[in-house]
């Protein structure tokens, strides 16, 4: 697990304070974080904690680094693909009115994308996701759920991307 970089945002120092998606990173690669959905060539892609938003993923960039402006060129093309292609996926399992799509990193600076999708009944679909109180939307899906979108998820991500390794065989 690497530290984070310090300095503004742009690259600096180590400062001692261990990556949160690095070790969510060796957890995927262990079979030992059960929300797993893929591993892509440049990601890790996994069901997020706001399912209020069913189908919300994170898409974890392979390689610790905290601005995509530090990527090499084809590396940032290549993990926007594999951010769309979990677009794609969320929207066949979904069918949501719109998809939202964020890179933040502010809290994890660890380039890593949100896909929140969002459908009509949703009062706040106007607003920003993190508008609606955490205790709303970060709920957990049923077990049974859970386990299909992911195997739904996972085998979209293979149709789409032939290196995709899907954590539920499909």
Not at 52 to 61: I, K, P, S, T
Not at 82 to 98: M, N, S
Not at 136 to 155: F, Q, S, W
Request: aromatic content about 6%; proline content about 6%; overall charge neutral.
């Amino acid at each position: 697990m690497l530290p984070h970089d310090g300095g503004e945002g742009a690259g600096g120092g180590a400062t001692a304070r261990p990556c949160g998606i690095c070790a969510l990173i060796e957890r995927c690669r262990a079979g030992n974080l059960a929300d797993f959905v893929a591993e892509l060539p440049h990601s890790f892609v996994i069901l997020g904690d706001a399912q209020f938003y069913r189908g919300y993923c994170v898409v974890l960039a392979r390689r610790h680094i905290n601005e995509v402006h530090l990527m090499p060129p084809d590396e940032a093309r290549a993990l926007f693909d594999e951010t769309v292609a979990v677009g794609r996926a969320i929207a066949r399992a979904t069918r949501p009115l719109k998809l939202n799509y964020e890179c933040l990193g502010n809290l994890e600076p660890h380039v890593h994308w949100h896909v929140f999708p969002r459908v009509e009944t949703d009062t706040m679909r106007a607003a920003p996701v993190w508008m609606r109180p955490e205790a709303e939307r970060k709920v957990a899906l049923e077990d049974c759920d859970r386990r299909e979108l992911i195997r739904t998820l996972g085998a979209e991500l293979r149709r789409q991307i032939a290196a995709a390794r899907p954590a539920i065989a499909g």
